[in-house]
C-alpha cells in the first residue's frame, strides 16, 4: 500500500462510499463495499487499529456469559446474538487460517453441581453453532484436568468443563481486512483526521475536509455516502454530521495484563466462570505469552485508556486464585486496556448487563449511516449491514455482500508446511519460522525473502522473541507503517505484550524506518 499515491487520489474524483474509522468494522466495511464493485475510500485518523480493535481479548467467540444471560432472562434478543456470533466463529478461522486458530477452554468446578451447571449450558453452547460447532464440550474429571494444566491450584477443585472457541491476531486480522480491501481497489489511508463536513442546501453530506496528520496538508473528499465506523467515537461524528443528534454511546474498558508462557505453559485457556463481581475472566495462552483479562467498567472516552493499579490487582488476585504459583505485579511483563463500544440502553443500570450487539443507524437529514455497538466476531455481518445500507442509499439492488467466503491475504496458499521452509531455505530458528507463519501466512515468504537484500535484517529486534527487522522493513513498504508505534503496537504487537523488549526494540526500529 503506497500512502502518498493513496493521498494522491483523494482529489478530483469522486467515491461512491466514505468510510470513517479503521478499526475491525470500517476495514470489514471497505473489503465488503469494494467487492460489490464501489468505489472507496477509507480514512482513520490514528494507525488502523489503534484503538479498540487491537485491544481485545483476542477471543473469536459468541459469548458464554451473554448465553447464561439468555436464559436467565428468557432473552431472544441474546440468543440470537450468540447464535450468529458463533456461527461466525467459523467463517473467520476458514478466511484467515494464519492468524486464527481453534482454542480450547478449561471451566473449573468447585463441586458436583457446577459441573452439571456448566456441562449442560456448554452443551446448549454446542447446540446453537449447530454444524458450524468447532469440537463438543465435555465434563473432564480432576484428574484429567490436571493432566491438561498441571499449573491449576488443586484447593477446591472438583472438576473442570471444557469447550472450544476461537481465538485471533485482532491488530493483524484488521490490517488483512485492510490489505484485501485495497487489492480490490480501495483508497485506504491511516492518519487522516476528519475535520468537517460539507453538505448540501439541504444539510445531506457530500464531501468531508480531511488533514494528513503526518504532513499537515488538508485535503477534500467527495463521496456519494458516509459512513461512521469510528466505534467509542462514534457520537463525535454524529454530532459533528448533524449537531442535533443525541448521544448513543457508552463506553466500558476491559483491561489486561501480560505474563510468561511458562506461569501456563500449555495450549489450554482457563475461564473463570464467574468473579466476585459478576464477571467473567480469561487466561488465555497468546503468542508465547499469557493474556489475562478483561475488566467491564464504565468509563469516559479516551484516546490513551490505560489499565489502573487497582486494575492490575484484581487481574494478578484471580491469577493467584486459579493458579498454584502466586504471582506479584514485577510479574506482569505489559498491559493493555481497550474500550467497547456499548449502545446506549435507557433502563441499563451498568455496561456488563448492555447487550454487544451492532446497530445500523441513518440519520434522515444528513444521509450519515452509522455503524453502533457489536464485537469482533460479528464484524462481518456489521458491515454487511452496513454495506446493505449503503446500496439502499445508492439505489443500487443487484450487489449482494461477498465476504463470507473470501479468503483474506496471506491465507490463500496459507500451509502449515511453510514453517519448514522458511527453516531450510533461509535458516530461521524455528520460533522465527513460526511466528512468521503466523503473522504472514503465504507472504512469509516475501518476508524472509528481505533478508537476500540484506542479511543484518534476520537479526532479532529483542531478546527472547521472534520478531525480527526484516518484519519492520515489509511493515514499512507493504503496510503502510508511519511510526516505531505502528509496527511496535499494531504490525508486530510487540509492545503490548512485553514493555521491556518494545523500548529495547524502539531504536532499532527507528532507524530502520530510515532504511526502509
Known sequence: MDRQRNLDQLSGQSFDLCIIGGGATGAGCALDAALRGLKVCLIEKEDFAAQTSSKSTKLIHGGVRYLEQAVKQLSREQFHMVRK???????????????????????????????????????????????????????????????????????????????????????????????????????????????????????????????????????????????????????????????????????????????????????TAILVPKTDDGRVLFLIPWQEQVLVGTTDLEDQLSETPMPTEDETKYLIGYVNRYLSTPITEADVRAGFTGQRPLIEAIFAKDTKSLVRDHEVEQDDKSKLISILGGKWTTYRLMASDTIDAVCEQLKISDQECRTENHILIGGEKYSPALESELTR?????SDIARHLLHKYGSEALEVAALTRENSAWKARLADGHPFIQAQVIFAARKEMACSPEDILYRRLGLGLMDAAAAEQAYPVITRLLTEA
Open 425 to 429: 531455505t533461509y535458516g530461521f530458528d
Open 85 to 267: 456470533a458463533l456461527r461466525e466463529r467459523k467463517t473467520l478461522l476458514r478466511n484467515a487460517p494464519h492468524l486464527t486458530r481453534p482454542l480450547p477452554l478449561l471451566t473449573p468446578c468447585h463441586n458436583w453441581f457446577e459441573g452439571v451447571y456448566y456441562s449442560i449450558g456448554l452443551k446448549m453452547y454446542d447446540w446453537l453453532a449447530g454444524s458450524r460447532n468447532l469440537s463438543p464440550s465435555r465434563w473432564l474429571s480432576k484428574k484429567q484436568v490436571l493432566e491438561l494444566i498441571p499449573q491449576l491450584q488443586t484447593q477446591g477443585l472438583h472438576s473442570a468443563v471444557m469447550y472450544y472457541d476461537g481465538q485471533l491476531d485482532d491488530a493483524r486480522f484488521c490490517l488483512a481486512l485492510i490489505r484485501s480491501a485495497a487489492r480490490e481497489g480501495a483508497v485506504v489511508l491511516n492518519h487522516t483526521e476528519a475535520l468537517d463536513f460539507g453538505r448540501s442546501k439541504f444539510g445531506k453530506l457530500k464531501s468531508v475536509e480531511v488533514r494528513d496528520r503526518l504532513s499537515g496538508k488538508t485535503y477534500e473528499i467527495q463521496a456519494k455516502v458516509f459512513v461512521n465506523a469510528t466505534g467509542p467515537f462514534a457520537d463525535h461524528i454524529r454530532e459533528m454530521a448533524n449537531p442535533k443528534m443525541r448521544p448513543r454511546m457508552r463506553v466500558s474498558r476491559g483491561s489486561h495484563i501480560v505474563l510468561k508462557k511458562s506461569h501456563l505453559p500449555g495450549d
